[in-house]
């Protein structure tokens, strides 16, 4: 699987090519895991030295004694579980709402095309060009009292449910797959007497495993990385996701039970990323431009 | 433009009783029956995400326009004209919070957008160890931003932090970082850059796989070195890639938040990292002045709106 790229097979074929090579390799690999890796192991470390350690100058690069204990005293000072309870149910409600609501919308749009469906495409698509955070303000006025059925959303998990589902890229991702499933497929089994719903639970479905993957992945990661929208709407600590709760804790705890709970903060969605990875990047790239 | 049909076209006269026109009398009745039933499913199916849009997204798009021109006292809502954007206008902090967002926005194409291309002409050259780096790479935006932010904020720690410790070896003297004017936004771009280059340089990499190694063969044919060879042909043939990557930076970091939030507190030292986006925030939820951060959104919108409409148009250039 060798296409060629810059620089030329033969240039690399010579033992002065090849030496350039590997120094440079050796070089990138180092660097980079300096870099990304670097980071992640000073936070992972810091978590476990003692407050004095972790603040001292010049800093140490190896702990001098070890506390694993400090994750447990993040985990209960900063009641962890609590909030990762509370941003797991927030992420897997979105993760639910944008599954039903946008494949179905996608579904409607790509295969019963309705009248004025291409308007409602077009007025979806059209949110992607309005800055997110331009809309932060009439949002939360919004969720503060929600016109016609007037309801303060506020602490309650709709507040992050609802406002998931206008996803109007995934919306876009799901339409331009399913318009790729053939029509036929579905012809056939309008034909056999099923009706809508049928077809898009029995044959639409199974075909789209990769993108509902996709989607799944982003929609948890994204209410997980959330920071503005959730600090807004969610102002009761008890209420609060990991990521607004460990910032409004900050400047309450030693520093490296702090650190030990970015850790702590951290892993769900790195390890959903080391075994999700394939899926992940493919999506990345697959879903155009939309990092 | 073709020409009108003289002869009697079979096809032609086929179709036209299929158009379904309601209240047609060569219409039959189960037809129509059939079209409406398929079109209330249809809008069944599509229903709860316009409600949502409705509520969430469109609303909203109204409301902030309205917003603008309005002004909220002890819940009397009264209209003000160009009020708010006076106010805005007069605020010390308004040029402020605009130069720091071009400057955020400058050094962060300077980073962040020639920093990720760069990394992915890197591995992309190798024949080894590309999953690793690429996971390496993307690791970062996998974190909750409060995360990673609150992890530089320590990384930069005048004293305790890793920066100064790093440089030191290398002999260069302490630098003050997120407390100094001069660094501040400096030092919040590089963690900006660290925990977002993943993605662009991702679709950097799947964009060269695409460049067709022949023309690389002729550049060196011609006598080009490695430089040129990106230049005039790396360059040109992911044009506009870049390009769409550069807009999308550009409406990206315009509206930079999080970072300047929880690394300086938003201001930073002297306001040296006040945003545009910080300022709307502290309008609406310090201040309680929700008109003059509409206008002041509506400002960030009606300049984005330009990006954004290149961008959509040359995205669409893209998918055909």
């Not at chain 1, 470390?45 to 001292?56: D, P």
């Not at chain 1, 339409?175 to 639970?201: C, H, N, Q, T, Y």
């Not at chain 1, 850790?263 to 879903?287: D, E, Y």
């Amino acid at each position: 699987m060798s296409t060629r790229t810059l620089i030329s097979p033969a240039q690399l074929a010579r033992p002065r090519g090849k030496a350039l090579y590997w120094v440079c390799f050796a070089l990138v690999v180092v660097l980079f895991t300096l870099a990304f890796l670097g980071p992640l192991y000073w936070m992972v470390s810091n978590g476990l030295k003692t407050t004095q350690e972790a603040v001292q100058t010049p800093p140490t690069w190896v702990p001098g004694s070890v506390h694993p204990e400090n994750y447990q005293r993040a985990w209960e000072v900063m009641d962890l579980a609590k909030l990762l309870m509370n941003t797991l149910y927030y992420a897997f409600g979105a993760l639910a709402f944008q599954l039903v609501l946008d494949v179905a919308a996608a579904y409607s749009l790509s295969k019963l095309r309705p009248v004025l469906g291409k308007m409602i495409l077009g007025l979806m698509l059209a949110t992607l060009m309005i800055p997110a955070t331009v809309l932060v303000v009439p949002q939360y006025l919004t969720a503060l009292d929600v016109p016609i059925v007037e309801r303060n959303l506020l602490n309650s998990p709709w507040a992050i449910w609802l406002p998931s589902v206008t996803n109007a890229f995934n919306i876009f991702l799901l339409k331009r797959f399913f318009d790729s499933i053939p029509k036929e497929l579905l012809d056939a089994a309008s034909m056999d007497g099923a009706g809508p719903l049928r077809v898009l639970w029995s044959i639409v479905l199974p075909v789209s495993r990769p993108i509902l993957g996709v989607v799944s992945i982003f929609a948890v990661v994204g209410v997980w990385k959330d920071f503005l929208w959730p600090m807004l709407v969610l102002p009761d600590p008890s209420k609060q996701t990991l990521a607004v709760g460990i910032y409004s804790l900050a400047t309450s705890v030693p520093e490296n039970v702090l650190i030990a709970s970015l850790t702590i903060a951290s892993l769900p969605t790195l390890i959903l990323f080391l075994v999700f990875q394939r899926n992940i990047m493919s999506g990345l790239t697959a879903g155009g431009l939309k990092g | 433009m073709s020409a009108p049909i003289l002869t009697k076209d079979p096809v032609v006269k086929d179709r036209r009783p299929r158009r379904p026109r309601a209240g047609a009398p060569h219409l039959p009745d189960g037809e129509f029956g059939k079209n409406l039933r398929r079109n209330i499913t249809a809008h069944g199916f599509l229903i709860g995400a316009v409600l949502c849009f409705a509520f969430f997204s469109w609303y909203p798009i109204v409301r902030e326009f309205l917003l603008a021109f309005q002004k909220t006292e002890d819940g009397n809502v009264s209209w003000v004209g160009w009020d708010n954007f006076v106010t805005v206008w007069n605020d010390p902090a308004f040029g402020q919070a605009w130069r720091n967002t071009l400057w955020f926005t400058v050094l962060a194409l300077i980073l962040g957008f020639v920093v990720p291309f760069v990394t992915a002409l890197i591995i992309n050259e190798f024949r080894h160890g590309q999953g690793y780096l690429r996971l390496l790479v993307y690791l970062p935006v996998m974190l909750p931003p409060t995360a990673s932010v609150l992890l530089f904020k320590y990384l930069y720690d005048p004293g305790y932090g890793m920066f100064n410790e790093m440089l030191g070896v290398f002999g260069v003297p302490a630098q003050q970082w997120l407390q100094d004017p001069d660094t501040a936004m400096l030092s919040v771009v590089v963690a900006s850059t660290w925990m977002n280059m993943g993605g662009a340089t991702l679709i950097y990499l799947a964009a060269l796989q695409g460049v067709p190694g022949e023309l690389y063969e002729a550049a060196e044919l011609d006598g080009a070195g490695l430089l040129r060879k990106v230049w005039h042909v790396t360059v040109p043939q992911t044009r506009l890639i870049l390009l769409l990557m550069l807009l999308m930076q550009i409406i990206a970091t315009m509206q930079v938040f999080i970072e300047p939030f929880l690394l300086t507190g938003g201001a930073g030292p002297e306001g040296s990292t006040t945003t545009v986006v910080y300022l709307i925030y502290q309008y609406a939820f310090n201040f309680n002045n929700y008109g003059a951060a509409a206008a002041l959104g509506l400002l960030l919108l009606v300049l984005l709106a330009g990006f954004s409409a290149v961008y959509t148009r040359l995205n669409r250039a893209e998918q055909d």
